[in-house]
């Protein structure tokens, strides 16, 4: 059972998917790929976000000629403002990778940074206090909430049928993204918070007279 009480904290879940890069190397296993070495740079496809409790998920995908070009302007105001508008972030290993990818490009187009929230990492959770033999979002999902297919099924196909510009496997891409927003990473979540010691003071964020965990 994982208690689900309304708060008036602002607290956004998000998920992002990118492209690799292409590179020209003579060795499958480099030790270093210089700027001259790459062929196109890693991008951003989608990106998928809730808010915690609201059913809508919401979510964008880059446009065809984007995903060839390996750019996503056309997707980053949408989620920068949910960001902006957001006081406390929760990702699965977004602290070092999502978070940190979405604000490169945020200065590369010329966004200021979003108004400061606190993030919570599950990975970085489930690392730090429990010893789970693994930790990704799937076997989480698995471990604490008996859910047995939690994930949509990819493979390295659909990601380079995704720069392309194929259509359908970019939608694919966004409903990937999104299943992992909803129910994965909020359920995980919501069964991790009462465990999390340094997750933000929700008192901070409420009006009412009572008091929340």
Not at 126 to 133: D, G, I, N, Q, V
Not at 150 to 170: A, F, H, P, R, S
Not at 176 to 201: F, G, M, T
Request: proline share 6%; net charge negative.
């Amino acid at each position: 059972y994982i208690p689900r009480t309304p708060t008036s904290a602002r607290i956004l879940l998000l998920d992002i998917e990118t492209a690799p890069g292409e590179y020209y190397s003579w060795s499958r296993d480099p030790q270093y790929l210089s700027p001259e070495m790459m062929i196109k740079d890693w991008s951003i496809l989608c990106w998928s976000a809730k808010w915690l409790f609201e059913p809508e998920i919401m979510g964008q995908t880059v446009k065809p000629k984007e995903a060839i070009n390996r750019t996503e302007e056309s997707i980053l105001e949408g989620i920068w403002k949910l960001m902006n508008e957001a006081q406390i972030v929760v990702t699965q290993n977004g602290i070092r990778f999502d978070i940190k990818r979405l604000e490169t490009k945020f200065i590369k187009y010329g966004y200021n940074p979003p108004s400061s929230s606190s993030n919570v990492d599950t990975l970085k959770v489930a690392k730090e206090r429990f010893s789970f033999t693994y930790n990704s979002l799937e076997e989480l999902g698995r471990e604490l909430l008996g859910i047995k297919d939690g994930k949509i099924k990819m493979n390295m196909t659909d990601w380079k049928m995704c720069v392309t510009g194929n259509q359908e496997y970019l939608d694919k891409m966004l409903l990937y993204c999104q299943n992992d927003v909803a129910p994965l990473l909020e359920d995980v979540y919501l069964r991790l918070r009462p465990w999390i010691k340094s997750h933000p003071n929700l008192n901070l964020y409420t009006d009412h007279g009572g008091d929340v965990c």
